[in-house]
């Protein structure tokens, strides 16, 4: 090659300069690439957070008889037993072989059951359903004690650990632990709910913290949050989660869980004795005027109708199982209900978000609680005598977040929630000024991190494929919308008209523009082939001899069916009667505006008895109605 | 003024008359439509990274915005860009009613024009002394992060993460250039 002198200080910097503008470019086309994926992950999250409300309120729609309280306390856990028995009740009624290997928990615990635990989960095991049976009963008589608002106070120890959201991610947890010691009295945690539901461990982590608070109940706190809900855990995954790993006894376990829930508290107040620093917020003005000098954190603290104060006993605390219930439905004819009031308030609590708008509006990207501004974090804090609130709940892809002026934090502690690489988790250290300190981690599952591109290549892909199931489970109405727009038939419409067509079908606020190209194939002259979006995707299995269409909505509503069927079966067989599938499907049918013939119907109920036995399994059946995406499923095979 | 009655341009729900008026006397636009189109690109791009839906965004993702949507202008031009967008007293947060408007008048005049692949190319190899394909980390790390508008350290380690070959610590500017180009595909 020829050698020519080094480049001129002229030409460096042109060229610097070039390099330099074409990277950013294709930096900002990463971040950008990066952004729309979260959206898309969240606004389907969303979307799927409001169909649940409205699923509940369809259920109470349906079942007009049914008292609301039943719906929502706890029928079959067995009441009759005195708790203190139920130790040795259920070590004479489940045998654990010698084959475990798993930990062996004796009550009470200490911290030698708790690493025991730890090491465990480490390896993959699971704990024996009788241990699991025995540390939930201890969990919900020592939460039984506990007010909806407990308190924590940080003059001695040396500083008090706040953790946000989990869901499930193990790994998330035990790098908190291993970064910031296990809890202790005098390492003090604080655990804002949400512990369950989408990551594949939930069951150990509250086997961990429940542990962690038998041993420690005065310091480490746990809160509840929207997802330690039974009706929340049906359609997100927990409720899965325990019947795979508990086939025996998952529904015992669930039942019981269900109650130990509803026994959380709702909120921590943290003081300290030189200056009071308060983490509170309310939705809704208090129904009662406390007059604390006090800090609350968490979520949102219960303001209750009644005149008890939060730390009174058992009696002045009732039981919320699931906070589904309390969504509006016009129509009703239920009876004033005191305590529909106070789930709404709960609801309210557990379900809102913070926003940069002043006042108090409905949320109504989850369908459920309030958006609220800094003037009513203001003038709670004013009421209440508080100087921050901590607060969980919402997806933060740092981790977490400062609003309302310094007021507001939240925290979010499931890194790689959506995806491999889709965000940090972060906890917080409160020192003994309540000087909030905050630290993040990402766990990986790549020996080698991925740089940037590779993981914003990664949440992209996935993203994607989320969103092409949903554009599958609508393509009849997708099809019509197009339809309407191409005029001669081509089979081509502008972007312009085919975004219009997504946005108003699938009710998504999405860049559809800048998406359009991954979703769909377009011509040389920029057009785009409206089908092609549908090219690469199929439900799962045939279903012979039923209308397509039928089999479009059983897709796109198969988890709210799942719901249902679920409630439906209180003796949770994981059957129910071709009776009272066809009622189902009927009602849930006609309250959608949707026309099933009544042929049709016959003929699905038919083609899912299998066994002729009048009943039908319906996670079997509901199974066959997932999407599955073709090129995937070469690369499988 | 009756020849803008064509441009109705919506905007949050109002049909505002004559949005662009200033554009279209100054230059001719034959496909008023197209107005609108831009601008729908542009405010979807804007709502990408208005988190809290209040048509506002943090100052810092301008550059983001300008460059997703197919300008590729320099450090200096966003800054330009920045002070016309900005309010009188700057809040970190630049609104919607303000951006629109300019960013419409970019992609009208085609301003900050994409670079071209063989435009970088020539200039990696204006920095390959020896025209032998490659340029040394070190080279890479010198030019880039004093010349021209200087990279961070952590634009300088990102671009390195992909583009370095670890086993003879340089880069081949061909296969990288053609490696970034099919992720715009």
């Keep these: 090659f020829l050698s020519s002198p080094s480049p001129n200080a002229h030409t460096a910097h042109q060229a610097a300069i070039l390099i330099q503008n074409w990277y950013r470019f294709t930096m900002a086309r990463l971040e950008m690439r990066r952004r729309y994926s979260l959206s898309i992950f969240q606004s389907i999250e969303y979307a799927d957070e409001q169909d649940q409300l409205q699923v509940f309120s369809t259920l109470l729609f349906f079942f007009p008889f049914v008292p609301v309280s039943h719906i929502f306390t706890s029928p079959s856990v067995s009441q009759v037993v005195d708790e203190g028995l139920y130790l040795t009740e259920f070590e004479k009624k489940i045998d654990v072989p010698d084959s475990y290997y798993g930990p062996r928990l004796s009550f009470p615990l200490t911290v030698e059951d708790a690493n025991a635990l730890l090491h465990a989960f480490r390896n993959e095991q699971l704990l024996h359903a009788r241990y699991v049976l025995q540390l939930l009963c201890e969990t919900r008589r020592v939460l039984k004690e506990m007010p909806n608002i407990t308190h924590l106070s940080t003059s001695y120890s040396k500083e008090i650990t706040v953790c946000g959201d989990l869901h499930g991610n193990l790994d998330d947890l035990l790098l908190i632990f291993y970064k910031n010691g296990l809890p202790s009295e005098q390492n003090r945690y604080v655990f ?55 086939k025996d006894h998952g529904q015992q376990i669930l039942c019981l869980l269900r109650d130990v829930f509803s026994w959380l508290p709702l909120a921590t107040i943290i003081d300290s004795k030189d200056r009071i620093r ?11 005027v406390r007059d604390r000098q006090d800090q609350l954190k968490e979520r949102i603290p219960t303001t209750r ?37 106070e789930w709404k308030q709960i609801l309210d ?240 049918a006609s309250h959608l505006g949707i026309d099933v013939y009544d042929e049709s119907l016959d003929k699905l109920v038919l083609s899912i008895d299998y066994n002729k036995d009048g009943h039908i399994d319906f996670n079997e059946f509901l199974e066959a109605f997932h999407v599955v995406h073709r090129l995937e499923k070469k690369a499988n095979s | 003024n009756s020849s803008c009655n064509d441009i109705q341009v919506s905007f949050e729900g109002k049909r505002t008359f004559c949005k662009t008026h200033s554009i279209v006397t100054s230059k001719i636009r034959p496909f008023y439509g197209a107005v609108a189109e831009i601008e729908k690109k542009i405010i979807e791009a804007f709502e990408v990274f208005d988190h809290e839906c209040n048509k506002t965004v943090d100052v810092r993702e301008i550059g983001s915005i300008v460059r997703s949507l197919g300008c590729f202008p320099t450090e200096a031009e966003l800054h330009e860009l ?73 634009e300088m380690e990102d671009m390195l993460s992909t583009a370095l070959d670890p086993e003879t610590n340089s880069v081949r500017y061909r296969d990288y250039i053609s490696m970034m180009i099919v992720d715009e595909t």
């Design chain 1, 278 to 288: 308060g983490l509170k917020s309310l939705m809704r003005p208090p129904k009662s």
């Design chain 1, 349 to 588: 609590i557990l379900w809102s978000d913070p926003r940069s708008q002043n006042g108090c509006t409905p949320n109504k990207c989850r369908g459920g609680g309030c958006y609220f501004g800094p003037d009513v974090t203001a003038k709670l804090f004013e009421r209440y005598n508080l100087k921050m609130l901590i607060r969980s709940h919402e997806f933060k892809p740092e981790g977490y977040e400062i609003s309302h002026n310094g007021k507001v934090i939240t925290i979010f502690s499931a890194s790689n929630y959506y995806e491999e690489g889709s965000n940090r988790g972060a906890y917080i250290k409160l020192n003994p000024e309540l000087i909030p300190r905050f630290v993040q981690y990402q766990v990986s599952k790549y020996t080698r991190r991925q740089n940037l591109r590779e993981r914003v290549g990664t949440i992209e892909s996935s993203a994607l494929k989320c969103l092409r199931e949903k554009i599958y489970a609508h393509r009849s109405e997708l099809t019509s919308a197009f339809a309407q727009y191409d005029l001669n038939g081509t089979g081509r419409i502008s972007v312009n008209d085919w975004a219009a067509a997504m946005e108003s079908v699938l009710q998504l606020e999405l860049p559809w523009r800048m998406l359009h190209s991954q979703l769909a194939q377009t011509t040389p002259d920029g057009e785009v082939d409206f089908m092609s979006c549908f090219y690469d995707l199929k439900i799962g299995q045939p279903i012979k001899e039923v209308q397509p269409a039928l089999v479009e909505t059983l897709c796109r509503y198969r988890r709210d069916l799942e719901i249902i069927f679920n409630v439906i079966d209180k003796d949770h067989s994981g059957l129910i009667s071709l009776e009272e599938f066809g009622q189902t499907w009927k009602l849930f």
């Design chain 1, 305 to 341: 109708p009644s005149k008890h104060i939060a730390n009174q006993n058992v009696a002045g605390k009732t039981q919320h199982i699931s906070l589904l219930g309390s969504a509006e439905h016009s129509g009703s004819s239920l009876p004033p209900d005191p305590a529909l009031k």
């Design chain 1, 192 to 246: 804002n709910g949400d512990f369950v539901d989408r990551g594949k461990n939930s069951m150990e982590i509250l086997i961990i913290l429940f542990a962690f608070l038998l041993i420690y109940p005065n310091d480490l706190h746990l809160n509840r949050g929207n997802h330690e809900d039974y009706i929340m855990n049906l359609r997100y995954g927990f409720t899965k989660e325990v019947s795979k790993k508990y």
């Design chain 2, 82 to 154: 920045l002070a016309k967008v900005e309010e009188e007293e700057p809040t970190g947060y630049i609104h919607l009613e303000k951006f629109l408007p300019v960013m419409t008048k970019v992609l009208l005049d085609r301003s900050y024009r994409p670079i071209p692949e063989d435009v970088l190319l020539h200039a990696f190899e204006a920095l390959d002394e020896h025209k032998c394909g490659y340029i040394t980390k070190e080279e890479l790390v010198k030019y880039l992060t004093k010349e021209g508008e200087p990279f961070t350290q952590e």
